[in-house]
């Protein structure tokens, strides 16, 4: 492969337009940028057209949308995928898709390098650069961001004296990402975990205290734990994604604080909106304590944790996640059905739930006329039940015993 060519992860923000000529002027490589739409508000062809301008010798669009929602959002969904018992891994879940778009596009090129913007302090250089050495370990990883010098200033500088259009030079306070999974907000006054976080923070929800002060209910028709149908109408899984962050976000559904432990040791106050996300993981949850028996649902929350940390940790094409996920597909069979979700100032809560596979039965847990439950081996449930726990008790205050028997002589 011809190490004077690199591909560049290419967002069309500052840090990735300056690398451009950077990577031209410190490294002597020609590069190659890589734009992957995943639900970020993002025009493909001016992006295309500003990577050019910005001195690329070619750029790459892709319109991703759909793979990321099929063949990342399908399974964390099924898999109740929630970092920290919180965070649905918006960002995490989009990096690995963006790395084997980069993969691609770099042995099409015969690029021997491949390039992202990250600092070296967050989680994402972690999840690029380990999805490239798993999917293609002979590919150099270059991180700029790590090597230069400049500070945000210095950087609008660099972009003026190499002619790279710079649409804004004025700095918010908070750096954002966003895909179809959620929109993340750090840095300013939320660095201050002791703080409120602003209104002006947030872009997707309504303040819950402004939502309508009546409810609104969505129903989730779901096939094999993966939501099909909006409100009886079925969807490619991307528009039902997109449509339902309107909806739950109009309601104040999706904020999220989380004071969180990144991958490189630091703990990281983020903010985040999520409003498709929380619904359908609330929803799906609903709708497997239906189906699943207790065993399983204990399990697999086991199952759901370790998921969630491998895909926080850039750990996606690793094997110990697709075996996982082989686990949690199988427990999915019978994960179908509707779910009734009622969104109400910042909450969503399950209100109805059924399903042909459910084991949910009437005559087993009525206590009016139509009981079937057999009361009567109750009783003797509960002594085989409790056995070992009596006999535990019954030695907390032993009696005297007689001295064990010494051994027989031996002969």
Same mark, same amino acid.
């Given at each position: 492969m011809a190490r004077s060519k690199v591909v560049l992860a290419y967002s069309g923000g500052l840090d990735t337009s300056v690398a451009i000529p950077w990577l031209r002027e410190e490294k002597g490589l020609e590069v190659v940028t890589v734009t992957v739409d995943v639900g970020q508000p993002v025009d493909l062809e001016k992006v295309r057209a500003k990577a050019l301008a910005s001195g690329a010798v070619g750029a790459y669009v892709a319109d991703a949308r759909h793979q990321f929602a099929e /063949?990342?959002?399908?399974?964390?969904?099924?898999? @109740?995928?929630?970092?920290e018992g919180r965070y649905p891994l918006s960002t995490a879940l989009a990096r690995p898709l963006i790395a084997r778009h980069l993969v691609d596009v770099a042995r099409r090129e015969g690029a021997g390098a491949v390039a992202h913007g990250c600092t070296g302090k967050g989680n994402d250089q972690v999840r690029f /650069?380990?999805?490239?050495?798993?999917?293609?370990?002979?590919?150099?990883?270059?991180?700029?961001?790590?090597?230069?010098?400049? @500070?945000?200033? &210095?950087?609008?500088?660099?972009?003026?004296?190499?002619?790279?259009p710079v649409e804004a030079t004025r700095r918010s306070p908070y750096s954002t990402d966003e895909n179809l999974w959620g929109r993340s907000v750090e840095c300013g006054i939320l660095e201050d975990p002791a703080i409120e976080p602003p209104e002006e923070v947030y872009a997707w929800t309504r303040a819950?205290? +402004?939502?309508? /002060?009546?409810?609104?209910?969505?129903?989730?028709?779901?096939?094999?734990?993966?939501?099909?149908a909006l409100d009886g109408e079925r969807r490619p899984f991307h528009e039902l994604i997109s449509r339902l962050n309107e909806v739950a976000g109009a309601h104040g559904v999706g904020r999220i604080d989380h004071l969180e432990s990144r991958v490189v040791g630091i703990k990281s106050r983020e903010v985040y909106e999520c409003p498709a996300a929380?619904?359908?993981?609330?929803?799906?949850?609903?709708?497997?304590?239906?189906?699943?028996?207790?065993?399983?649902?204990?399990?697999?929350?086991?199952?759901? +944790?370790?998921?969630?940390?491998?895909?926080?940790?850039?750990?996606?094409?690793?094997?110990?996640?697709?075996?996982?996920?082989?686990?949690?597909?199988?427990? &999915?069979?019978?994960?179908?059905? /509707?779910?009734?979700?009622?969104?109400?100032?910042?909450?969503?809560t399950v209100a109805g739930r059924r399903s042909p596979a459910s084991l949910y039965r009437a005559g087993l847990a009525t206590y009016s006329e139509g009981d079937r439950f057999r009361r009567e081996m109750a009783e003797g449930f509960i002594y085989v039940w409790g056995l070992p726990s009596r006999t535990w008790a019954s030695l907390e205050d032993p009696p005297e015993r007689a001295p064990l028997p010494s051994s027989a002589p031996r002969r």
């Open positions: /063949e990342f959002l399908r399974p964390a969904v099924r898999a @109740n995928a929630l970092y /650069e380990l999805s490239t050495q798993s999917l293609a370990p002979e590919l150099e990883v270059l991180a700029p961001a790590r090597e230069w010098a400049m @500070n945000r200033d &210095q950087e609008i500088a660099y972009a003026a004296a190499h002619g790279i819950p205290l +402004q939502a309508p /002060e009546r409810p609104a209910y969505v129903t989730v028709q779901f096939e094999e734990g993966v939501p099909v929380t619904v359908l993981l609330e929803a799906h949850r609903g709708l497997e304590a239906l189906v699943l028996p207790r065993d399983v649902l204990a399990f697999k929350h086991t199952v759901e +944790q370790r998921y969630s940390e491998l895909v926080y940790d850039g750990l996606w094409f690793g094997p110990l996640r697709a075996c996982l996920e082989a686990f949690v597909a199988a427990t &999915q069979e019978r994960v179908s059905g /509707e779910v009734s979700v009622k969104l109400f100032r910042g909450l969503a």
